[in-house]
């Protein structure tokens, strides 16, 4: 069966600090990845995807993710923080099941 | 603009009663999902579907049913709520390409449901 896990449950970072989200999976076959986010009061929307080709995929707002399959991980990362990034962040993986979501991680990002 | 529509945002029902949450969506994808929402526990999928009339047990189905009669819409059901039942509840759609960059989920807003 497919897993995901995030390691961090909440990250407090200052406004301009660097950020990098871990997640793990447990699939041995061909999988997709994303990663969500859920903003206070909104739904969740998609922040980027990795399907095949360059395991470094950028999604909006400034994020990226690399894909190492060796490691089994998926980790998401922004240069620079803003307050606005505030929110909540689920990594998720397909493999030959629906997606299957880790646990999330709150992003809390203070002036 | 994809549209993925839950009827309600807050509900509150009472101890025993059946309720129903509705979801409809207009990018005649094939597959939907029904997921709840818990603090610190992440999404889990409770039901979900792949074709009109076709139904498949998730995670976590017990006390839920699901009915999909046509291909827009996804009703989840609660038989008998009870209070640990109290939850956010997400549903998503999906096209059915088995791979490719079409098969990410586009989620609604979530119906807050309190049981009481």
């Known amino acids: 069966a497919q897993s995901v896990s995030q390691h961090n449950h909440h990250v407090i970072l200052s406004e301009a600090a660097s950020l990098e989200l871990g997640c793990n999976y447990s699939y041995g076959g061909t999988v997709n990845l994303f990663w969500y986010v859920q903003y206070p009061g909104q739904h969740l929307q998609l922040l980027l995807k990795y399907f095949s080709g360059d395991p470094l995929v950028k999604g909006i707002k400034g994020f990226e993710a690399e894909f190492i399959k060796s490691k089994f991980s998926f980790n998401l990362r922004k240069p620079s923080v803003q307050w606005s990034d505030t929110a909540e962040y689920f990594c998720?993986?397909?493999?030959?099941?629906?997606?299957?979501f880790g646990k999330g991680t709150r992003l809390s990002v203070i002036a | 603009d994809v549209k993925v529509t839950q009827s309600s945002r807050y509900l509150v029902k009472r101890t025993g009663e059946k309720v129903f949450l509705e979801c409809v969506q207009d990018m005649d994808h094939e597959n939907m999902f029904w997921y709840r929402q818990d603090p610190g526990l992440g999404l889990r999928l409770i039901y979900f579907?792949?074709?009109?009339?076709?139904?498949e047990k998730g995670d976590i189905p017990e006390g839920y049913s699901v009915s999909r009669e046509k291909k827009e819409r996804f009703s989840l059901i609660l038989e008998s709520a009870s209070t640990n039942q109290t939850s956010m509840y997400l549903c998503?759609?999906?096209?059915?390409?088995?791979?490719?960059?079409?098969?990410?989920?586009?989620f609604g807003q979530g119906t807050r449901l309190t049981v009481v």
């Open positions: 998503a759609s999906s096209s059915n390409l088995v791979t490719g960059s079409d098969t990410e989920a586009f």
């Open positions: 579907s792949y074709d009109v009339k076709m139904k």
């Open positions: 998720a993986v397909k493999g030959n099941t629906p997606l299957v």
